[in-house]
Structure formats: structure tokens, C-alpha cells
């Protein structure tokens, strides 16, 4: 029944398919390398994206950018949410409040804008780039709240630099179109 003409076919249909997925895998995974070395944050825009199976199946400079910028806009979302239930938790410092409360609206803003420039970008990367910049304005105005509030939240600082990592992204992505 198993011949050895059976076995090496088998064999070689195993082996080409292997071949294949890893030549595909590996010229996806080629896009999301060249945008990541274009920012300034290369390890993390790596670590950003590789997460999501839909920046590994991007075809395009233009569909892996749309992708980086819905992931900025989801992820940003996730740390807004974040803030939501840093104020219901009642083992939140009371003075953090205020400040967690106006950072939760730069956050949503924010997420918003990122949407915003996944929607633009195949029709005018200028126009994109800018939602870009103005996502990161959201995020520099919470960082300036923290201070002049005279508070230091580190869940909130890291929050405002991972979401500076994906401006950073979202600005590769807008310069490459």
C-alpha cells in the first residue's frame, strides 16, 4: 500500500508547502521589518505589530500601513480603557483622578485620530500624517495635565509612551505613501 513512489510523494508535497509558507511568512514579515527600521523605535514597532496576524498578512506598503494604524487606534483604545478602570478602582490615589479623567478624553481623541488616518491613507498620506501628529498633540497635552497637576501616574507615562511609539509608526507609514 505505501509505496516508496507514495512516500516521496508525500514527502515532496510536505516539503513544498513548507517552502512556501516560509518563503511567504518570511516576505510578509520583510514589510513589517522595513517599516519598523524606518521609525525611531524599531524593537517596539516590532513588537507592536508582529502580535497581530494581519500585519504578517499585509500585501502592500499601503495595506501593512492601514493595518499599523488600526492596530494604533485599537491598542490606544485598550489604554484608554485602561484608565476607565483605574477610576472606578477605589485603591486609585484620589489626587490621580482629575488627571486620569482628562487623559481618558486625550486618549479617546487620539484612538480617533489614528481611525481617522487608516481611512485617509490611500487617499491623501498628507492628510493622514497629520491625524498622525495631532494623535500625538492628544498625548503630549495628557503628559503636560500630569505635570502642571503636579502628579506622577507610571501606569499613565507608560501608556503615553507606548501610544508615542505607534506615532512614531503611524508617521513611518504616512512618509512611505
Known amino acids: 500500500m505505501d509505496s516508496p513512489s507514495q512516500k516521496l510523494i508525500i514527502s515532496l508535497v510536505f516539503c513544498l508547502a513548507v517552502f512556501f509558507s516560509a518563503s511567504s511568512?518570511?516576505?510578509?514579515?520583510?514589510?513589517?521589518?522595513?517599516?519598523?527600521?524606518?521609525?525611531?523605535?524599531?524593537?517596539?514597532?516590532?513588537?507592536?505589530?508582529?502580535?497581530?496576524?494581519?500585519?504578517?498578512?499585509?500585501?502592500?506598503?499601503?495595506?501593512?500601513g492601514e493595518i499599523a494604524l488600526q492596530i494604533a487606534a485599537e491598542n490606544t483604545t485598550k489604554r484608554q480603557e485602561l484608565l476607565d478602570q483605574m477610576l472606578v478602582d477605589p485603591?486609585?490615589?484620589?489626587?490621580?483622578?482629575?488627571?486620569?479623567?482628562?487623559?481618558?478624553?486625550?486618549?479617546?481623541?487620539?484612538?480617533?485620530?489614528?481611525?481617522?488616518?487608516?481611512r485617509e491613507l490611500g487617499l491623501d498620506a498628507m492628510s493622514a500624517n497629520y491625524e498622525v501628529w495631532m494623535a500625538s498633540d492628544e498625548i503630549v497635552a495628557c503628559l503636560a495635565f500630569m505635570r502642571s497637576s503636579k502628579q506622577d501616574i507610571p501606569p499613565l507615562v507608560t501608556s503615553c509612551n507606548y501610544v508615542k511609539t505607534l506615532v512614531s509608526i503611524g508617521d513611518a507609514v504616512t512618509k512611505r505613501l
Not at 484620589?94 to 485620530?113: D, G, I, N, R
Open 25 to 64: 511568512a518570511s516576505a510578509e514579515s520583510v514589510l513589517v521589518r522595513e517599516l519598523c527600521r524606518a521609525t525611531k523605535v524599531n524593537p517596539e514597532c516590532v513588537a507592536a505589530l508582529n502580535p497581530d496576524p494581519r500585519a504578517a498578512k499585509a500585501t502592500s506598503h499601503l495595506s501593512l
Open 91 to 118: 485603591n486609585t490615589t484620589s489626587s490621580w483622578k482629575p488627571v486620569l479623567k482628562t487623559c481618558k478624553a486625550h486618549f479617546e481623541t487620539a484612538a480617533m485620530q489614528f481611525s481617522t488616518a487608516s
